[in-house]
Each structure stands twice: as C-alpha cells, then as structure tokens.
C-alpha cells in the first residue's frame, strides 16, 4: 500500500479512533474512575488531527485549505481552553464568506482560461475508484469495463456516484463509510446489490431493480454514522 491508501484511510482512522477514544471515557466515568467531562473538554484536538489527515489525503485545492482550516480553528480552541489566547469562533464566521467569495473568483477565472475544455469532467476509466468528501459535495462517474470496486467516504459532506457506465464479470466491493453525510451511488440494472454495511443512527436505502437473470454482485459494505446511503438503478 503506497502513502497515498494511507492518507485516504487517515480520516476513517480519526474518527474510529476518536469514537472508541469517546466510549472509553464514558465508560470510565460510569465506573466511577475518572470524570469525562475532564477530558472532553479538549475535544478540538479532534478537529486539528483531522485537518492533518486531510492535508495528507488531499494533494491540491480547496482540499489542503479546509485542512488548514481544521488546524487552524482547533488549535486555536485548545489554546482557547488551556487559557492561552482568548478565542471565540464566532467572531471569525466572516472568514468563511472570504473564503467562499476567494473560491468564486479563483474558479471563475480559471473557466475563463479553459473555455475549450467542459467545466466539469468527472469521468475516468480507473477500475477502482476512491472519492472522499468532507463538509462539501463531490461527483464522480465510471465508465470502467473491468470495475472491481471502490472505496467511499462522506464526512458531514456529500457524494454521488454514476457507476450506470461500469461493468465487471461477477462481482466487485465497494467499501463505504458515511458520518453525518449522505451518498448516492447509480448502478446498471443487470446488477444485484448485496448489502452488508452497518447503519448505526443511519441508515442504507437499497432501491435497485436487478433484472431476473442479472449474475453481476455488487457487494455494499462499511458503516453509516448518523449518515444515509442510497443505491439505486
């Protein structure tokens, strides 16, 4: 596995570790062992572990400035309670209409350089496919005639997913975690999904009409937090 599965698998890390790290803690406080609210009193440095993963997994774009973000607005909340600097992340709110109208004109003026080429380009023919979205919406299509699956997460954010161009010979995984976000994934209708995920606090929606001698498996595993996926033709 290269560094960059590593990074991919970073921000599922962080949070599988954060919920256990959560759980133990509760647990502790309920045996009469330690108070959790000690210790969840530092919870941003959730928030900057994230913004690290996230600046490893993404290599360009808005991606490494949301994890600037992270960094920057936990570290500050730790400094914050560790009575440091006095920090109220209400008064910095503003930043993200600077940072939303800084994206419009960037993006505005590179569609101006690239008028010959389609605005929006989410098709490629990689058998595996791997997408990620954190507080934000990413599209994908495959067309890949030799699918073999692919790995999906959703991070308070959103992704949809047009696999209705793909096809393989029996079957293929596709690993899919989901945590207070929302997928949509678009199959052919010669394919049988198969799901084996766990919803907790959430849920999978299987609404596909495989045809009746369909022999293609799509196999749905992985977790939804507080999240939903929907699959469907």
């Given at each position: 596995?290269?560094?960059?599965?590593?990074?991919?698998?970073?921000?599922?890390?962080?949070?599988?570790?954060?919920?256990?790290?959560?759980?133990?803690?509760?647990?502790?406080?309920?045996?009469?062992?330690?108070?959790?609210?000690?210790?969840?009193?530092?919870?941003?440095?959730?928030?900057?572990?994230?913004?690290?993963?996230?600046?490893?997994?993404?290599?360009?774009?808005?991606?490494?400035?949301w994890?600037?973000?992270?960094?920057?607005?936990?570290?500050?909340?730790l400094?914050?309670?560790?009575y440091?600097?006095?920090?109220?992340?209400?008064?910095?709110?503003?930043?993200?209409?600077?940072?939303?109208?800084?994206?419009?004109?960037?993006?505005?003026?590179?569609?101006?350089?690239?008028?010959?080429?389609?605005?929006i380009?989410?098709?490629?023919?990689?058998d595996?496919?791997?997408?990620?979205?954190?507080?934000?919406?990413?599209?994908?299509?495959?067309?890949?005639?030799?699918?073999?699956?692919?790995?999906?997460?959703?991070?308070?954010?959103?992704?949809?997913?047009?696999?209705?161009?793909?096809?393989?010979?029996?079957?293929?995984?596709?690993?899919?975690?989901?945590?207070?976000?929302?997928?949509?994934?678009?199959?052919?209708?010669?394919w049988?999904?198969?799901?084996?995920?766990?919803?907790?606090?959430?849920?999978?929606?299987?609404?596909?009409?495989?045809e009746?001698?369909?022999?293609?498996?799509?196999?749905?595993?992985?977790?939804?937090?507080?999240?939903?996926?929907?699959?469907?033709?």
């Open positions: 596995m290269d560094n960059n599965d590593h990074a991919f698998f970073a921000p599922r890390l962080v949070l599988g570790a954060a919920i256990i790290l959560v759980g133990v803690l509760f647990l502790l406080g309920n045996m009469g062992i330690i108070n959790p609210h000690d210790y969840l009193h530092f919870w941003p440095a959730i928030l900057v572990v994230i913004g690290i993963a996230y600046l490893l997994q993404c290599q360009r774009g808005p991606g490494k400035v994890g600037i973000i992270l960094i920057f607005i936990g570290s500050a909340m400094l914050d309670r560790l440091f600097i006095d920090f109220n992340l209400w008064d910095y709110w503003p930043l993200i209409l600077v940072f939303v109208g800084i994206s419009m004109i960037v993006r505005s003026s590179i569609f101006r350089k690239r008028s010959t080429i389609p605005i380009d989410t098709s490629d023919s990689y595996f496919i791997k997408a990620i979205a954190v507080m934000g919406g990413y599209k994908r299509k495959n067309n890949s005639q030799n699918f073999k699956g692919g790995e999906l997460t959703a991070v308070m954010g959103g992704l949809e997913i047009d696999l209705r161009e793909a096809s393989f010979e029996k079957e293929a995984v596709l690993d899919i975690f989901a945590f207070m976000g929302g997928m949509e994934v678009r199959v052919p209708e010669d049988i999904v198969i799901i084996e995920g766990f919803p907790f606090m959430g849920g999978f929606d299987d609404k596909t009409r495989p009746k001698n369909s022999t293609k498996r799509l196999i749905v595993k992985g977790t939804a937090v507080m999240g939903g996926i929907e699959i469907k033709n």
